[in-house]
């Protein structure tokens, strides 16, 4: 396959509205559409083939150089008047594969997202930490592309990002934005953030927090009066809080939760489900924001699995809201199907008597 085969695939499957594409050897590119692969009528891809794509790829020549000795890559690719794509190459059966996650040229709204119009009081927060939580392929960088999109929009701020790789390109409007990749612009996460906080930023994006130091980093910033927005693998607003202080000794469990406690300003967590109509996706959201309420139930790990009770009773006063809020308000809108938001639910028999009597 050539570059401009490769060029052409890429462009059916941004048509076809998929959010991935999908090489590997053995089998046919494939598009996930709606959450689904779809394989093409087409030929099977061969390791040599897979290879070849992979060259075209890659931008770095010392990469290229190396290929054969890649076991895993992450890497970004453009495509004139399509727009770009984030790319994992991987080896398997030592063969290289690659997929490539499609981002649009334009950065979507807060609003053409469907996420609630409360999201928007986190998004003009001046400080602390936020973050965006999910499976992956929930549409967690999409999201923190559209806080930043909004804050670009709205107020006059320096925006630092820190990517692996960048993904949506954000032009200067009444922000001034530097987008960092890493490998490309600067060597790790660890060594970014920390350059950060001399880079007069008034917001700093961290494309994903991983590890202990990048959480220590990222609350050192909230501390020193900066906003930090990111992202991180988990389900819903007890498990993010979980998953942080599993990063610490638990030596450190007390000092952290104080910390958490003081710096984070809310949590938005997001699934994607299958529309009612059959047309594409639309998300489920949790939302956390942290009242005083919310501050001690991070402080006492005793509380901290009740986070959800919280919320819930913290919808009317506040705008938070559960999954299982929202995915009620979704079915009554017509937008799922009640076995696709039973399916989804936190709890489901909890949720079913949730439906009926609300």
């Not at 003009?124 to 929009?153: C, D, F, M, P």
């Not at 980093?217 to 988990?234: C, D, N």
Request: net charge neutral; proline share 4%; glycine share 6%.
């Amino acid at each position: 396959m050539n570059v401009d085969q490769l060029n052409q695939l890429l462009e059916m499957g941004f048509k076809s509205g998929a959010s991935d594409v999908h090489l590997k050897p053995g089998t046919p590119p494939a598009f996930r559409i709606n959450g689904k692969l779809q394989y093409l009528q087409a030929d099977r891809l061969t390791p040599s083939s897979t290879r070849q794509i992979c060259l075209q790829i890659i931008r770095d020549p010392k990469q290229r150089e190396g290929i054969d000795a890649i076991q895993e890559l992450d890497t970004s690719y453009s495509l004139a008047g399509v727009g770009r794509f984030r790319v994992n190459i991987y080896r398997q059966r030592n063969s290289l594969s690659a997929i490539l996650r499609i981002i649009p040229s334009d950065v979507p709204n807060l609003e053409q997202l469907g996420l609630p119009p409360q999201t928007v009081k986190l998004a003009n927060e001046e400080r602390g930490l936020i973050l965006v939580t999910g499976a992956s392929g929930s549409g967690k960088s999409t999201t923190l592309a559209s806080l930043v999109h909004h804050i670009n929009h709205t107020r006059n701020t320096h925006i630092v990002t820190v990517e692996d790789p960048i993904e949506y390109l954000h032009k200067n409007a009444q922000s001034s934005i530097s987008q960092r990749e890493i490998g490309v612009d600067t060597a790790n996460y660890h060594v970014a953030l920390r350059a950060a906080l001399r880079q007069d930023p008034d917001v700093i994006v961290v494309g994903e927090i991983r590890d202990q130091e990048a959480v220590d980093i990222a609350l050192k910033a909230s501390e020193t009066g900066h906003v930090v927005f990111s992202t991180i693998h988990t389900t819903d607003a007890p498990k993010t809080i979980g998953r942080l202080l599993s990063m610490f000794p638990s030596n450190e469990e007390d000092s952290v939760r104080m910390r958490l406690a003081e710096n984070l300003r809310g949590t938005i967590s997001q699934r994607l489900l299958p529309r009612a109509d059959g047309r594409g996706r639309i998300v489920a959201v949790e939302l956390m924001f942290v009242t005083k309420t919310v501050q001690q139930y991070i402080r006492d790990p005793s509380r901290t699995v009740g986070l959800r009770e919280v919320l819930e009773k913290g919808q009317t006063q506040y705008g938070m809201q559960t999954f299982d809020q929202h995915l009620i308000e979704l079915h009554r809108s017509g937008y799922i199907t009640v076995e696709v938001a039973m399916s989804a639910a936190s709890n489901p028999s909890d949720f079913e008597r949730a439906l009926h009597f609300s």
